[in-house]
């Protein structure tokens, strides 16, 4: 292509006026073009971004539902109603007994599944956004350097960290939730009515008291913090492995800012909410003002079939649709699929 310093044209101009012109508009011409072709480029960049970041948002929505019949598996298998309601079927003689246990195992366990099902949407649009930048960076045209920043080994072992939220993380959750469950209903008789706001308020106690007691922040139960567990969740010093702990460690300096704190908030008071929309629909075929503590049990126990659904629910879907949860995952992805010079 054509180039010309400013002296070269300047002296052009001073021999020949027209052809100074002409040469000028040929200068014009060329530089014109060269933005023209670097606008359309970055056009093309920012266009197969957006593309690949909304891909990664529709990943993000499946394996979340995918991943929902294990989370409901983890709760029930620790939290198991059904055992006690079988009992009760034969008549037993310590009948109070196990519905004084079935009141405490049936609001735990809804209460733990709205808790976990938001922790496991956020956490995986956190994990599921790095990883898309990365891989988006890995593809990228002109990319400086060979080095994949996600090699598929590594997506392997760094993914597996979610175990922990259907691990140890779950099982401390329930832990707390119990107690702060056990602190509010245990001594409630199971005679003893309730409207739908009465309901409402008692989870609201629950949950103030989960997260006023609880030892650690939320994002304990989503993510091991500890330096060791990190270590052996990456198994190892290989390349991979290093690699594989720097996702974790910047996982959970994701988890940690106030931004997450806003986001998982957020959608912890939808899910409340959506909960409670749930719960309504209990009452109004009865037209009931209020009711007894015994038939709200079977109704609160329940709740876990739709919470962790596998088929699209309103419960999942507005979780997942959240305007917030959106706009944080971009901020993720935008974070990560910027290459760091850029960053600098």
């Not at 310093?5 to 200068?27: A, E, H, I, R």
């Not at 052996?232 to 988890?255: F, P, V, Y």
């Not at 209990?282 to 079977?298: C, E, G, H, N």
Request: aromatic share 8%; hydrophobic share 40%.
């Amino acid at each position: 292509s054509l180039r010309f310093s400013s002296s070269n044209v300047t002296s052009l101009c001073c021999l020949c006026p027209f052809s100074g012109v002409y040469l000028l508009g040929k200068y014009a011409q060329i530089k014109f073009r060269e933005i023209q072709e670097r606008e359309a480029t970055e056009y093309i960049a920012q266009a197969r971004r957006q593309f690949h970041f909304e891909s990664n948002q529709r990943t993000c929505n499946m394996t979340v539902l995918s991943m929902l019949p294990a989370l409901k598996e983890a709760i029930v298998t620790q939290l198991n109603s059904e055992s006690l309601t079988t009992l009760l079927k034969s008549k037993p003689a310590n009948k109070l007994e196990i519905w004084e246990d079935l009141k405490i195992i049936s609001f735990t366990r809804t209460i733990v599944a709205v808790y976990s099902t938001c922790m496991l949407v956020v956490l995986l649009r956190v994990q599921l956004n790095i990883i898309g930048g990365y891989l988006y960076l890995d593809n990228s045209v002109g990319k400086s350097t060979t080095t994949l920043l996600a090699p598929p080994d590594v997506q392997q072992q760094y993914l597996s960290s979610i175990q922990h939220l259907l691990g140890d993380g779950l099982t401390e959750l329930i832990t707390v939730v119990k107690k702060a469950v056990q602190s509010s209903l245990g001594s409630v008789s199971l005679k003893e009515t309730w409207s739908l706001l009465e309901l409402e308020q008692q989870l609201n106690w629950i949950r103030a008291e989960v997260e006023a007691s609880s030892r650690r922040s939320l994002s304990w139960y989503l993510l091991a913090d500890d330096e060791n567990v990190l270590a052996d969740q990456a198994c190892g010093l290989t390349d991979n492995d290093i690699m594989t702990i720097k996702l974790l460690n910047e996982t959970r300096d994701m988890l940690d800012s106030p931004d997450f704190t806003t986001v998982l908030k957020a959608c912890l008071n939808r899910g409340f909410s959506r909960l409670c929309d749930n719960l309504a629909e209990f009452f109004r075929p009865l037209s009931a003002v209020s009711l007894p503590l015994a038939k709200i049990i079977p109704i609160i126990n329940g709740q876990i079939n739709t919470i962790c659904s596998e088929t699209p629910s309103h419960f999942v879907q507005e979780l997942l649709m959240n305007d917030q949860v959106k706009e944080f995952a971009a901020n993720v992805y935008e974070t990560f699929s910027t290459p760091q010079e850029l960053q600098k």
